[in-house]
């Protein structure tokens, strides 16, 4: 196989980026004050696509604060008359990619301002800060230009594919009642499960061991890890240690977005990630650790939980929740330009 050419040209990123040019709205990057009327314009965007979650300003806040986010850079958005937000665009990457550079292009318009092709233009500024940050990453792997999409957002899949970009990966929302009876994992044999610890480094190192032959994952960086936490709930998170060694084999992290209930039905806690190293697969390792978190969940009167999962993993983790009486409710697909 030939090497591929440095990623500073098959990025093909371009020189200069062109403000969408939109009569009536004015555009300048985000700035950290704008936490809570960007938050304001999201929800509404997402009330206006159909979508059960919100954005809280917690989790604006954090989006703001990524490690490899310069929002000087990396992001614009359009004020009206009255300096109301009314559509942005924002690329994100990460710090520890290896293998592959991604870059993760979000955005919007708010429901009073569409079809006046404010979102072909924003996939287009997008799109092309995506590839600056690939080239400008250094990095000389494949590069990926994405962006997740709910498959109620038919009108922004048009746009992205419009734009050059194809579905490349599907994902599973799945769900299961708590008033339900919770599996009994059995005797735990070789391991124990242990509630989230204060200093969880080991299980970041854990994390990427367990990912490592998850299509398209790459490694976490300590930043990375830390980050993204404003719904992290260590209640619901526990760790699998070997008996011998006191090595994490697994780990469980659970989320508790509160602040969607309402517009979802029913109240739920997330598991946001949910992994188990690779010679120790197949042991029940997994069965104990989603118990483990369902019971505490189904404790504090939660009547479901979700995950998500990739249509696709290699570790069977779809039909494990199948058999635990996981169903699906919502799917996403993931569109890409491939570098």
Known sequence: MSELPPISVRAAAPEVLEAPEVEGLTWRPLEREDVPAFTGMVQEVQEADGLEFRLSQEEAEEIFSMPAVDLSKDSILGLDAEGLPRAWALVYSYEGDESLVRAVVDGGVHPTWRGRRIGSQLVAWGTGRGRQVLAESGKDVPGRVCQYLDDKQDAAARLFRAAGYSPMRYYAELRRRLDETVHEPGELEGFRIEPWPEDDEDVRLAHNEAFADHWGSQPRSVEDWRSGRAMFAPQWSFVAREESTGRVVGYTWADKYEHDWEVAGYSSGYVHLLGTVREWRGRGVAKALLAATMKAQRAEGIEYTE???????????????????????????MFSIEV
């Open 307 to 333: 995950l998500g999962v990739d249509t696709e993993n290699p570790s069977g983790a779809h039909g494990l929740y199948a058999a635990l009486g996981f169903e699906a409710f919502r799917s996403e697909t």
